[in-house]
């Protein structure tokens, strides 16, 4: 089966310094792919690869099966969203309006709404709990739930491929909770779901693939049972580590 996104033998330098080296990943629809890795590892770089908004030094990245070198910018934003760590509201677009953003790429950037837009916004919407919210300027917004705005306009793209740099960053717990679920029914409904984390916790829990980012290289990537251990976490991050196993969840700590 062709995966929805790959790449292959992919390297990336940034001046004199190598960000990353020999990268080669196949996904397929359905995943929920968590990304591991210290700060600096090349995390935000190796998913801007992917996304086709850096270009790699060496290598390819294909999406269902095409070169992103051969695909149009309106191409991969219909089969791509992505959700960046953080967004700031430069200007007082209403949330809906923020929201109704993301049917662009599938509408054209002079098409007025058409009553599938709508509904699909409508759902994009309701699903991250904005529709209370959505005559209010983002400009007005926290953090949290400019984070959840921009989840609902890259929802609203209606993409195979979901993309997210960190996005619990700046949400409290329980929409931390709610999310990481939300994610996790995305990817049920055949959507691939790549997200990446400061927490080994929340990978194992959520997660059915776990890859580990260490110096530019995948160290390890399988699944979370398998690569979200003491051992690996520990070498991972530099601390010395144990684990507890409740249920599905495994908990960390310095002993």
């Known amino acids: 089966m062709t995966p929805v996104l790959s790449c292959d033998d992919i390297a990336f330098r940034y001046r004199q310094r190598s960000v990353l080296r020999h990268v080669t990943l196949a996904f397929q629809a359905g995943e929920m792919v968590g990304v591991l890795g210290v700060n600096g590892a090349g995390k935000s770089t190796l998913l801007r690869i992917l996304l086709g908004l850096l270009a790699p030094t060496e290598g390819y990245v294909f999406l269902n099966g ?52 709508r509904a699909v916004i409508d759902s994009a919407l309701d699903r991250l709990g904005l529709q209370g919210m959505a005559q209010r300027p983002c400009t007005e917004l926290s953090g949290g739930e400019r984070q959840r705005v921009v989840l609902a306009r890259a929802l609203a793209q209606e993409t195979r491929v979901l993309i997210l740099d960190e996005p619990l960053t700046g949400l409290d717990y329980g929409h931390q909770l709610r999310l990481l679920a939300f994610l996790r029914d995305l990817a049920a409904e055949g959507k691939l779901v790549l997200f990446t984390s400061h927490r080994p916790e929340e990978l194992f829990g959520h997660a059915n693939r776990v890859l580990v980012l260490q110096d530019g290289e995948i160290a390890a990537d399988g699944a979370p049972g398998e690569v979200v251990d ?13 684990q507890i196993d409740h249920g599905a969840h495994r908990f960390f700590f310095s002993p």
């Open 66 to 117: 095409v070169s992103l070198k051969n695909m149009r910018r309106t191409e991969i934003a219909r089969e791509l969203a992505y959700v960046p760590q953080t967004h700031a509201a430069n200007f007082p677009f209403t949330v809906e309006q923020m929201v109704t953003l993301g049917r662009i790429p599938q509408s054209g950037l002079n098409h007025r709404p058409s009553p599938e837009d």
């Open 230 to 242: 003491a051992a690996l976490m520990s070498a991972l991050y530099n601390v010395d580590l144990a």
